[in-house]
């Protein structure tokens, strides 16, 4: 079946806002091809265009992709080199399509830890696509969840110190003020492409109630189609929040009820 085929099954009213997806399975993708490791992130940057296109096709609000985790900076040396230098390059040759399709880049990250020029890249595009109001694409590079959740802690910490919160009033919603894009809702639907089941230290704090959809498929294999499944397969859930599903049955029938009325 085609995207746009698939695309129709969709119910434009349950789209998530949110989508965070684990890019995995570059390096094992080239691996398999007898490919330099190199090669298959080439080939991800490719996905990443595609999905992309395909989030801002089907109504997504935010779609944040984990490019470069803190723990990679443990790589090899020539591995992360050539990883920054794509970022660089792919950033710049994509900055005039994001513009085209109205998609605003934002980062979020130890973002001091990264290579000048490439920052300098990211930072370029950001101000190129700042007047883009339809699709917020958000990097997490140099990132992880513990090292955003610390940052949090610090934020919170010099607050207290300085006088101007009681420790003893911190609710759940300062903890999230304070993490790096506060902006953003959390996601509704977590993708991980490559076959592992685990969140790699990605958004603990944010993905507390998201839908979990994990694949075999390598990233450079994730097509739109994948994409559009991935979709499918969230709407047909029924999202609790720590309610009984009878609870959520019940508050949609009035929400629909009062919805028919007020029409």
Known sequence: MSFSEKAQQLDPQRIPAHVAIIMDGNGRWAKQRGLDRSEGHVRGVDTVRLITEAASEL???????????????????????????????????????????????????DL????????????????????????????????????????????????????????????????????????????????????????????LWQLAYSELFFTSAFWPDFDKEAFADALLTYQQRQRRFGLTGDQVSSSSSSSTATTDAAN
């Open 59 to 109: 109504g997504v609000k935010y779609l944040t992709l984990y490019t470069f985790s803190t723990e990679n900076w443990n790589r090899p040396q020539a591995e992360v080199d050539a990883l920054m230098a794509l970022v660089g390059i792919a950033i710049a040759r994509e900055t005039p399509d994001l513009i085209k399709n109205n998609v605003r880049l934002t980062i979020m990250g």
């Open 112 to 203: 001091d830890r990264l290579p000048k020029e490439t920052l300098e890249c990211l930072e370029g595009c950001m101000a190129d696509t700042a007047h883009c109001n339809g699709l917020v694409l958000n990097l997490a590079i140099s990132y992880s969840a513990r090292w955003e959740i610390t940052e949090a802690a610090r934020k919170l910490a010099r607050r207290v110190a300085a006088g101007e919160l009681d420790p003893e009033a911190i609710t759940d919603a300062d903890v999230s003020a304070s993490m790096a894009k506060a902006d953003l809702p959390d996601p509704d639907l977590l993708i991980r492409t490559g076959g592992d089941f685990r969140i790699s230290n990605y958004l």
